[in-house]
């Protein structure tokens, strides 16, 4: 099994929407990002807009839920939770919570701290957590063949039985996503120095569709535009380097690749306005204080448009709330972070300075997610 950061790394990274407009690749014009823009943006299929800010803590054994633009703790969901690496919330605002300590999903009705079901069904070193148009539940698991295999599970709505399974194509499951056609798409960590591969899915199928190989290396997020462009970040020369890769959609080339202020990328998120925003999640002081940053691109551009630092510190998931701004989950205190416990930092539309830092309650941040 992967070590519980290299799961968390993967983390908020299946299908996030973004509007970057038309049917081929975004031109090479840049675009400003502005101080003042505003408007809903799409997120994760594991996050959905609502009121609240919810933080699932890997060694805190909590998720924590935050009212909208506070620092204060308006509840703490504790009851049967060990390692919370994923969070995802179903057509009812009910929370489903990726449990890599218990080796099992717990799901929270909706808006509350009550547990109402325990997926342990063929779950077996849960990561990722995404739901399909009809509303199936998709497990990604990175186990030894001994402890159940890698394998991607589906449950019904409401069910904790496993629907199906999913093994072929698999090597180290990470990150899932969906496109427009309902296409499942996984990222393969792959085995030391091998091939790293996206595998596809055909909508309730079990057998590879197809296979992206070119430009992949030790992926970790997915992330899709509202176009159906595919991105997918490498970990390239890691800690040191990285890349983010973008195919078009069905294709399995590579069309463009951004490696410019790309160092270890953890997670893949748009604005409302279809700008990219990496967070690089390592990167030594001793490489000139590279990492340890989010940086943003214009659609269409291989050039770092704006960079954060402020407040940054080995950065694990992010997210948008409904008025643009950005909420970032800092897994530590390296990087010159002051927290041993880590934080969640939150910046104003096309800010690079930390507007509100949210520390009580959180303790190893490994995913945000908005909901009720």
């Not at 090597?171 to 056609?181: E, I, N, Q």
């Not at 030391?192 to 079990?206: C, D, F």
């Amino acid at each position: 099994m992967k070590s519980l950061c290299t799961l968390v790394a993967a983390s908020l990274s299946a299908t996030l929407l973004a509007a970057c407009g038309g049917n081929s690749p975004p031109s090479l014009t840049p675009i400003s990002l502005g101080l003042n823009r505003s408007g809903t943006v799409g997120l994760s299929s594991r996050t959905t807009t609502g009121p609240n800010l919810y933080v699932a803590n890997a060694e805190g054994h909590t998720v924590t839920v935050y009212a909208s633009g506070t620092s204060s703790v308006l509840r703490t969901i504790s009851q049967d939770i060990y390692a919370p690496v994923a969070l995802a919330f179903d057509s009812s605002g009910n929370l489903y919570v990726s449990d890599d300590g218990y080796n099992n999903v717990k799901v929270y009705a909706a808006g509350t701290t009550s547990l109402i079901e325990t997926i342990s069904q063929g779950v077996s070193g849960p990561g990722e957590l995404a739901f399909d148009s009809a509303g199936n539940l998709y497990v990604a698991n990175d186990a030894q063949a001994s402890q159940g295999g890698q394998t991607v599970t589906v449950y019904a709505p409401g069910s904790t039985a496993v629907l199906r399974t999913i093994s072929q194509g698999l090597s180290g499951p990470g990150a899932l996503a969906f496109d427009r056609a309902g296409n499942l798409y996984v990222a393969n960590y792959g085995p030391y120095n091998g091939q790293s591969t996206v595998a596809v899915y055909g909508p309730e199928r079990k057998k590879v569709l197809r296979t992206i190989s070119q430009g992949v290396k030790k992926d970790f997020p997915l992330a899709f535009d509202s176009s159906g462009y595919l991105y997918v970040a490498n970990c390239v020369n890691c800690p040191y380097g990285g890349t983010v890769t973008l195919y078009g959609p069905g294709g399995k080339h590579v069309l463009r690749t951004i490696s410019e202020g790309v160092h270890q990328p953890g997670v893949l998120a748009f604005d409302s306005s279809g700008n990219l925003y990496v967070a690089n999640h390592y990167s030594p002081k001793s490489h000139n204080g590279k990492g340890c940053t989010v940086t943003a691109y214009a659609p269409g551009s291989t050039s770092v448009l704006e960079t954060i630092s402020e407040g940054v510190h080995n950065p694990d998931a992010l997210a948008f709330d409904g008025s643009g701004n950005l909420y970032v989950a800092n897994w530590n205190g390296a990087c010159g972070g002051s927290s041993r416990y880590g934080t969640v930092t939150v910046y104003a539309p096309g800010s690079t300075s930390v507007l509100l830092t949210i520390s009580q309650g959180i303790s190893t941040p490994a995913a945000l997610a908005f909901g009720p």
